[in-house]
């Protein structure tokens, strides 16, 4: 079931600056979803349009099956939205700026305690209770933001840049508490990124943005498939052999060129997943030792920069 839909939406500013042209994405019910982009790429725009903010130019947008347009209180009834400025109050306590969130989405009082024990347990915030808000790091800040929206138990929550700024500490943590979001509260979250290694690391989905454009959305396992750099590595185990060793696997017909490092060998060749095999079978028959070998996987980053930087027409590759 779709969570979002998005259908050739776009997106005009008065001044003609075309900030969307012809975006289509669906992001799935009770999955992690990343929006990655270079700044301009369009992606505030698209969560503003997702969020009611900004009505679109033309397309259809439907959010829980809700239009956008003609349906804004449904979908505002159903999302939370964390931008990345923190808005906690710090003269209130961490208990009471959660209390006061409740109260702007009128629950009573014991379905709020409730879910403040549910959440402050599940964003690891327990020990944080007794001291002030302004002692709080921006790490706990920022979990305490998120456990105050989640106060309505949104369907969707939109995390926009969540871990910006942060220490590599406090994003691990506030990665497991992102994954908590989904497993435990069953919620769609849509965050947006540039932290590469953090979509890889959350998401079932990637969509990859440029000028107003989707390149390219499918599951990270799906991206290094298409981007696969054709490409076996070796690490020998006798480096004082490696040039003869080249020199052999050189002449091999399926393998195009080589690469050294100290101890290792990157062999480029047409079909790694194939290849790989018989270079295998070649260095064993060969009595060629080596401590390690395996295709080389493209990281989230290989596949970022070979879509932002040669598809500058707006080719898509969405759905692969």
């Known amino acids: 079931m779709e969570a979002i839909s998005v259908n050739n939406l776009s997106k005009e500013y008065a001044s003609g600056k075309k900030a969307l042209d012809n975006v289509s994405i669906s992001v799935s019910t009770g ?10 790429a369009g992606k505030s725009t698209l969560i503003n349009i997702l969020t009611t903010f900004l009505k679109p130019t033309s397309g259809l947008v439907s959010v829980l099956g809700h239009d956008v347009i003609t349906e804004q209180n449904s979908v505002r009834a159903d999302i939370s939205c964390v931008a990345q400025k923190v808005s906690i109050d710090d003269h209130l306590s961490l208990r009471e700026n959660m209390l006061f969130q409740s109260r702007l989405h009128k629950l009573d009082r014991m379905t ?7 959440l402050i347990a599940a964003f690891l915030l ?5 001291h002030k808000v302004t002692a709080y790091s921006g ?3 920022r979990r305490l933001d998120i456990a105050m929206s989640m106060m309505s138990y949104p369907k969707i929550l939109f995390l926009d840049e969540p871990t ?7 994003r691990k943590a506030m990665w497991e508490v992102i994954k908590t979001i989904k497993t435990q509260f069953g919620t769609t979250v849509f965050l947006t990124t540039h932290y590469l290694e953090e979509a890889d690391m959350l998401s079932d989905t990637v969509c990859i943005m440029k000028d107003g454009h989707e390149l390219v959305q499918d599951t990270p396992e799906h991206l290094r498939e298409h981007t696969r750099k054709n490409i076996v590595r070796i690490d020998l185990d006798n480096p004082e052999k490696q040039q003869e060793i080249v020199t052999q696997i050189l002449n091999l017909p399926f393998v195009k060129g080589i690469r ?11 079909d790694a997943k194939k290849d790989f095999y018989t270079l295998n079978q070649f260095l ?11 295709v080389v996987i493209p990281s989230l980053d290989d596949i970022f920069l070979s879509l932002t930087r040669k598809n500058e027409g707006g080719v898509r590759y969405a759905n692969l």
Not at 112 to 118: E, F, I, L, S
Not at 260 to 270: D, F, P
Request: proline share 2%.
């Open 31 to 40: 999955e992690i979803f990343s929006l990655l982009g270079p700044n301009g």
């Open 112 to 118: 709020a305690t409730k879910r403040m024990d549910a």
């Open 126 to 130: 327990k020990e944080y209770e007794k």
């Open 139 to 141: 790490g706990v800040k």
């Open 164 to 170: 910006a700024g942060m220490d590599i500490e406090s």
């Open 260 to 270: 050294q490092e100290q101890n290792t060998i990157y062999a480029n060749t047409y």
């Open 284 to 294: 064993s028959d060969k009595r060629i030792y080596y401590s390690s070998i395996g």
